[in-house]
């Protein structure tokens, strides 16, 4: 008698559409939806119906990706696909013409499309609202009056596109009167003329980063005209001063979140008015703009006592008086940065955490006179605490971190690098069993026993970074492999004494898609292809100056690591054959660091290279390859959007 097959059975035929759509909304795992949709064609049918969002990973792909998904989906994430240019792009999107409901797609880094892809996007895309096209250098004014035709676009972040000038802006602004937010962040060729049409045009404006552009104070007064903006960043404009911001006093006071960290011209009574004008400001970064802080301005902070949330002093001088101030008059700060503040003292972290008890993040890297008073105030005084950075402060104890163990059990962030901390200070933090980050590079007293006891309890670790601790072994990564099964992130660079016994261990995170192995002289081939096999989801790895690696490893790595997309082997004693392999077959792979290859002739570049240039965006070589390698290769890299960085390093370098 014929029995049915499970997966024979359609739950569509028991359960609605809806119903099932429910249940695959409460399945958190991405992996276990996919595993939802082997069930049944029931399950199948709900996913494709109710899917929003796709991230896609490879090109072949997308075509059939948009025809399954059209009628649902709304946000297409195109950053990592590789080989991405206008003809594919128009050829991917008219697979899903007059069903696609996109919003939202991100192009960020696809330095492949231009304005005919972007023409495509819009036609095919009525109901587009959010554009991302950050970090593709190539685009400029043609790709800005393309993008002018989506008329109900709201979000669009240029940042980086360093063709745009003020007549793609002017396009932009005229044709997209209704944006909601702007990021033109490093676009050099924008100036006050531009920023002052975008002014006019688009007064719905809520967010705006104009960071690093060489514009004046008359841009800084046209923007004062926007009454909707909440948000906006100026990072480093460096012919802004406080003229500029006093403009903001009396004729915007809808702004919500400002930083004008790096502005060199900026002082303390420009950043008075922006407060004074601003009474609802919840964010403010001034960092590394003057030395000290003005007793004005730490007074009218006051004026902010009920809205300030998030506050960033980095590069300043801050007295203990000064945090005793800042500490009473914003005592709703959830996150506080003094980064690089090195007049910082135990004193004045005491002062501020006595009222700021709601602190969520503070930031002490290169604090260099605190000591474990600071930690006892914070773990006293701070039982929110979530993120806690302590960088070269090297002055703090175990001692210390004992009472941030103890008292600190929301904690989920700690950077410790470069402290002189054993493995009893990890036996205190263990008790934060909410830990998901924690940095330990060039804390070389920690050994195999402190990860152990991280591993006993810190089951949730997301990142681990233990960027030369010497002392670590294969038994510590053991324990790590078995304890934090969900690192996505691992820094080993420079653990001498890891061999590929280590690695076999690591090859049992199946979450790991970030792995730097740099310097590991005992690791071999071998090792690599344990990680090869067993962390699928790789994509980041670095292996320079792994001297025992050749061509096997990257023969493993090409079978199996189909998500790589950046990889280090400089200094590793591969041939012109495992090059090859390597770019030829990796799909994804887009950003690659090949110096000092010794063992590989000029001919055997030039072949991986034309193998792989249509999807290359990053690449560093050797100055001296530059006038050895076909100046018609170079110019297809480039013209397909691939930076080159020249550098010169000598063979012993690190």
Known sequence: MNRQRPWDCDMATVFSLDLLANILDRVPDPRDRKSCRLVCRGFLRAEELHRRSLRVLRLEVLP??????????ECLDLSVCPALDDRSLSAALAAGVDRLRLRSVSLSRASGVGWRGLMALVDACPRLEAVDLSHCVGVGDREAAALAAAAGLKELRLNKCLGLTDVGLAKVAVGCAG??????????????????????????????????????????NSISSLGKLEVLNMVGCSDIDDEGLQSLKHRNNSLRSIDVSRCENVTSSGLTSVIEGSNCLQKLNVGDCFPELAPHFLLKLNCLKDSLTVLKLDGFQVSASSLKIIGLNCKNLAKIGLSKCQSVTDEGISELVASCVHLTTIDLTCCHLLTDKALMAIGDQCKQLRCLRLESCSLITDKGLEYIGTCCSNLEEIDLTDCSITDTAMQNLSRCSKLLVL???LCYMISDEGLVHIASNCRKLHELDL??????????????????????KLNL???????????????????LHDLELRGLCHVTSSGIAKIAIGCRRLSELDLKRCNLVDDEGLFALAQYTENLRQINISYCPVSGMGLCMLLGTLKCLQDVKLVHLSLVPVEWFEIALRASYEKLKKLKLLTGMRKLLSPLLIEKLQLRGCRIRWVDKPPAAC
């Open 64 to 73: 059939g990706l948009l025809r399954r998904y059209a009628s649902g989906l």
């Open 439 to 441: 940095k330990l590079g």
């Open 179 to 220: 944006l909601e937010m702007l990021g033109i962040k490093w676009c050099l060729e924008i100036s006050d003329i531009g920023i002052d049409l975008l002014a006019k045009k688009c007064q719905d404006l809520k967010e705006l980063d104009i960071s690093y552009l060489k514009i004046t104070n008359r841009s800084i």
């Open 467 to 488: 960027y030369r601790c010497v002392e670590v072994t294969d038994d510590g990564l053991a324990a790590i492999a078995t304890g934090c099964k969900l690192i996505r």
């Open 493 to 511: 660079c420079y653990c001498t004494k890891i061999t590929d016994r280590g690695l076999k261990h690591i090859g049992h995170l199946e979450d």
